[in-house]
């Protein structure tokens, strides 16, 4: 199971901020890449800002799932997939001035969970860094270990 944004007309540019509402809004796409069938169980999408020069935690920090359009559960045979829409609020215009200028960064990261046919419980990670003058595709793919990834799920880690 792999978690994508999408880009293009449809979509916009990956990252689509809208400065009146201060939000951020985000299409993923959400897909069997395996050649058995998986119960998709929970899809989180959250995002931080931070200093340019700040490293990102080791171990990613999920917040509880919330405020997610779209589905976040389903059934997906290989090669399936289904769409799910995201607004993060609260995003301040001191934050998108800063991140304009390259004093900040802007993170969107998340997970997948699902279970496999062998009733494994696995998490997907996916994670990426906003690029404002990027034009086109603005969402950079974290290539730090431990965000982008497909792991078996602790049982710790379950239903959160």
């Known amino acids: 199971m792999k978690m994508s944004h999408l880009s293009g007309p449809e979509f916009g540019e990956g990252l ?22 998986a119960n998709v169980i929970n899809v989180a999408l959250c995002w931080w800002v931070m200093p340019k020069d700040q490293a990102a935690p080791i171990i990613p920090q999920y917040p509880k799932p919330e405020n997610t359009d779209g589905p976040t559960a389903g059934f997906l045979v290989a ?12 995003i301040s215009d001191d934050h998108l001035d800063r991140i304009n200028t390259g004093d900040e960064t802007l993170w969107i990261y998340g997970y997948v969970d699902y279970i496999d046919v062998f009733g494994q419980w696995h998490r997907g ?36």
């Open 125 to 160: 990670g996916f994670a990426r860094q906003y690029d404002p003058g990027r034009a086109g595709n603005n969402l950079i793919f974290v290539s730090q270990s431990g965000y982008n990834y497909d792991r078996l799920l602790k049982k710790r880690e379950r239903n959160k």
């Open 16 to 37: 689509t901020i809208d400065r009146d509402r201060k939000e951020a809004r985000i299409v993923i796409e959400v897909k069997n890449f395996g050649r058995t069938p």
């Open 79 to 90: 090669n399936d997939l289904f769409l799910v829409w995201k607004a993060f609020d609260g």
